[in-house]
């Protein structure tokens, strides 16, 4: 068992390590190269050069505040999300789960300028009623700060953190909190006493992925910090990489490397917060069945709360989109405007525009394809991080986590450096084995949630009664990883219909996905087009997530029954 | 019979023309498809007319500003740079040329083209991407239209300015520095104008595409812009100031490539892009300011402006004026 594991081991580190080394070594070499491109004469100078910058430092403070606050919001919005949805009787469920991945859906760029038009200090759409309803003489909020930037950031990440947590959450063996009301605790200290501390090494993958990606994040900072002038790592690499017609991408991988830095010390972090991982197991024998909390009194409130949240968060964004691709130019919500509203201004030149509708679906083969190749490799990669806690299983983690912790403006070109080598350049293929390899922890850490849960015992067990590795994982790991499984489908099928960053980089004619063909549309500064391809997108992808939603279920009725 | 002789020779010369068009046209016919990499918005009307006239496929594959030499060079130095034709803004095809990734090619269509237009052997003016100041014709009073590129330093317009950040897009920094060598008489003005321009506190975008949507709705009333976006993004209600003074804008470039896959279709792409038809494609459809004789866009008075072409700056001196912009407008 131990030396199949071992090889299970350094089978996945070559495969993994092939995937997300390769254009990080390309990085490194273009950070000391004297050239344009990884190749070149040796050099520090690039390094020099980002590190003595004063500047550098000021977005390093400001990075920390928008990382630190829009994880937290991201992580605390998706545990009151996830317990309310998983663990009490809510009504609406299944609408609270779809709202809560919405914004994983829409992309990054979209929804931070349908923001902007909410909340922008001149016009805003909500602060111009709420300055007509209380008299105001200024708009009351300004999106285009920290705050701002925070608060759609969260937002942003909200889905991520919902779908590691929500999974942990619905497998939580309640019998734990039982126990801790007979022992006479009241709800609040069996959730701070019990709940929480079980639920830690979710609440934690979420918070640090969080993190991760909101050091990465782009399109925020762009559309929200950059009018503000609040300048993060992002921006202030964007900058470096946009002045000038020859901009260096080798001392933007410099600056890269600080930012790899800091989420391999975070994934170290994450590792020795969770090494006691028996700690959390809650599915350990026959007696773990998910229960119900009644809310009773507070059932209604509360689902008006989260009515009201979602209302004002997810809904009225989407809203602002779909009224944007309907009316003929950008127009302030009015008696004229809702006039002039017709499908045919973006909607019918979108779908009669043939790349568009190629890279429709171009998108839907990439999240589809893409998103079953990820969870099967994701799977044994979780597996081995979680159960095989030796030095090899940290290092196959932290490979995992190599590209996807770049910066999204430097990891495409590092792709770019690499792939250009192989004969793979300018195909779909180039595009999805570059999201596999990046977007990796998307399937990895909502599988480890799962994993982490589920006591060896019951795989001991299995082989006590002679059934085979393959046998175990097939009839009891993956029907118990079934939730574990559809979250990490659906986060890497939503994630792959809209990425953008390794896309616009990779993509060639024949190639072109959802994400380009929006971003040609905001270059172009076309926002009714875009916002009807973006509705477009989120169509598709909430067609993906009913469809995972409905085969977990289905796939965990038949097990059960069987 | 001096007349007759130049008759002949001149039919004969057209006649030679023609016959070379139709073995260009045929040559490029049998090599099926050209690619062109471009960083110009919404010219897939000038690719499907180009397919349907000559019964060559046209590939159009667009690189961002910032991507396109790091994007050119990488395929090219690996062996597998797929362009035939490259489109971009004069200094990024000045690299592509020291890099020797373009090949000298002098296209007949531009034989109308202003002498200034042909760079080089290697390089062809097409167009300018020219800038203006765009305005909310509902929102600003006729007499609050600037008049002059000073009227935008006046208290009115305090925090109703949009612009691409002057510390970091190249084509902006670049039009600043044309300001202060064709527009103002002295560094002094032109420092009183940036000083000015920033104290009415802008807010900044990325680049130019994002520029005309705050306009249009009301967010902002004015922006440093392009008067393209009057063509491509109407019924907004968008106009430009009429300043006395000239527009200004970075030259629109063209070049073959030194080992195009399609090395006939990539001239005959050049000859149809620069043709009259092209160029009238582009300027009608798109709004773009082209240097065909007599064409222009779509957009009252253009035709009477005054367009200059900003000399070219390196990166070395775009950075460091990126670098004195970001102090004067304290984008930090």
């Known amino acids: ?562 | 019979m001096k007349k007759t002789l130049i008759a002949c020779i001149v039919l004969l010369a057209a006649a030679h023309a023609r016959a070379a068009d139709q073995t260009l046209l045929d040559k490029a016919r049998a090599e099926g498809k050209v690619a062109f990499y471009a960083n110009i918005t919404a010219v897939e009307p000038i690719m499907k007319a180009f397919t349907e006239d000559t019964g060559v496929k046209a590939e159009y594959t667009r690189i961002s500003t910032a991507r396109f030499v790091a994007t050119a060079v990488t395929e090219f130095e690996a062996g597998k740079f797929m362009a035939d034709v490259v489109q971009a803004p004069l200094p990024i095809l000045e690299l592509l040329k020291e890099k020797g990734i373009l090949a000298p090619y002098r296209s007949p269509a531009a034989a109308g083209y202003p002498q200034w237009t042909k760079k080089d052997d290697y390089i062809q003016l097409f167009g300018i991407e020219y800038i203006a100041l765009i305005y909310n014709k509902e929102l600003v009073k006729k007499a609050d239209v600037p008049k002059r590129y000073e009227d935008l330093t006046h208290p009115r317009w305090r925090d109703k300015i949009v612009m691409p950040n002057p510390a970091n897009h190249a084509t902006t920094i670049g039009w600043l520095i044309g300001l202060k060598e064709h527009v103002f008489k002295s560094e002094a003005e032109w420092m009183k104008f940036l000083k000015g321009l920033a104290a009415n506190r802008p807010m900044f975008v990325a680049s130019l595409g994002p520029t005309p949507a705050p306009i249009e709705s009301g967010e902002k009333l004015i922006g440093i812009s392009m008067p393209k976006y009057i063509v491509t993004k109407a019924p907004a209600p968008l106009d430009w100031a009429r300043v006395a003074q000239p527009m200004l804008g970075t030259p629109r470039a063209i070049a073959v490539t030194s080992k195009p896959p399609h090395p006939n279709a990539a001239r005959l792409f050049v000859d149809y892009w620069l043709s009259q038809k092209a160029m009238g494609i582009l300027a009608k459809d798109v709004g773009e300011y082209v240097l065909a004789p007599g064409v222009f866009p779509p957009i009252d008075g253009i035709d009477k402006a005054k367009v200059i072409a900003i000399r070219e700056l390196s990166d070395e001196e775009t950075n460091k004026w990126g670098s004195e912009f970001k102090k004067i407008f304290n984008v930090r």
Request: aromatic fraction near 10%.
């Open chain 1, 1 to 562: 068992m131990v030396q199949a594991r071992s090889k299970l081991t350094y089978l996945l580190i070559l495969i993994v390590g092939s995937l997300t080394l390769c254009p990080v070594v390309m990085l490194v070499l273009g950070s000391f190269s004297k050239g344009l491109t990884a190749f070149g004469s040796f050099t520090l100078d690039k390094y020099v050069q980002a590190y003595t910058d004063p500047e550098f430092f000021n977005a390093i403070a400001n990075t920390i505040v928008f990382v630190l606050g829009s994880s937290t919001l991201a992580t605390g919005l998706a545990l009151f999300l996830a317990y309310l949805n998983n663990r009490t009787d809510i009504p609406f469920k299944f609408l609270f789960q779809i709202i809560s991945i919405i914004p994983m859906m829409i992309p990054h760029l979209l929804f931070s300028v349908s923001w902007a038009l909410l909340l922008n200090p001149s016009n805003g759409i909500m602060n111009l009623v709420l300055q007509q309803a209380f008299s105001l003489d200024s708009a009351p909020f300004n999106i285009y700060s920290m705050a701002g930037m925070i608060l759609v950031e969260g937002l942003l990440d909200l889905p991520v953190a919902y779908l590691i947590i929500a999974p942990a959450m619905g497998s939580f063996d309640v019998s734990l909190e039982e126990s801790s009301r007979v022992f006479g605790a009241g709800p609040w200290l069996t959730l701070r006493r019990v709940t929480l501390p079980v639920l830690r090494p979710a609440i934690l993958a979420a918070f640090i992925l969080g993190v991760v990606r909101s050091l990465a994040s782009f399109s925020v900072p762009s559309v929200l910090g950059m009018p503000g002038r609040v300048y993060v790592l992002a921006t202030y690499l964007y900058e470096m990489i946009a002045k000038g017609f020859a901009p260096d991408y080798g001392k933007a991988a410099a600056v890269g490397m600080s930012v790899l830095a800091a989420s391999v010390i975070l994934i170290i972090v994450y590792r020795a917060l969770t090494s006691e991982s028996e700690k959390y197991v809650t599915i350990s024998s026959r007696g773990f069945r998910p229960a119900v909390v009644e809310l009773k009194g507070a059932r209604i409130p509360l689902f008006l709360v989260v009515g009201l949240l979602s209302m004002v968060l997810i809904v009225l964004p989407v809203a602002v989109l779909l009224y944007t691709s309907l009316v003929p130019y950008s127009m302030v919500p009015s008696a004229r405007a809702f006039s002039l509203m017709s499908w045919k201004h973006h909607w019918t030149e979108v779908l009669e525009d043939p790349i568009s509708v190629l890279s429709l679906r171009n998108s839907l083969i990439l999240g589809v394809a893409g998103a079953t190749l990820g969870v099967l490799l994701s799977v044994f990669v979780a597996y081995i991080i979680v159960k095989v806690r030796s030095t090899a299983s940290g290092v196959l983690e932290s490979l995992s986590y190599l590209s996807f912790s770049f910066p999204g403006i430097v990891i495409g070109i590092g792709f770019m450096w690499f792939f250009v080598q192989t004969p793979v350049y300018a195909t779909l293929w180039a595009l999805l084995i570059g999201y596999v390899a990046t977007y990796m922890p998307y399937g990895i850490r909502p599988l480890s949630s799962a994993f982490v849960q589920i006591h060896s015992h019951l795989e001991e067990s299995s082989r006590v009664c002679g059934a085979s590795p393959l046998t175990t994982m097939r009839r009891i790991l993956l029907p118990l990883l079934v939730p574990g499984i559809v979250s990490a489908w659906i986060l890497m099928a939503t994630m792959f219909v809209r990425e953008l960053t390794l896309s616009v980089v990779l993509s060639r004619p024949g190639t072109e996905v959802l994400a380009v063909q929006i971003l040609r549309f905001a270059e172009d500064g076309l926002w009714g087009k875009l916002s009807a391809l973006g509705i477009m997108m989120i169509l598709v992808s909430t067609g993906l997530v009913v469809v995972a939603t409905l085969v977990g279920a289905r796939f965990r009725f038949v097990e059960a029954a069987g």
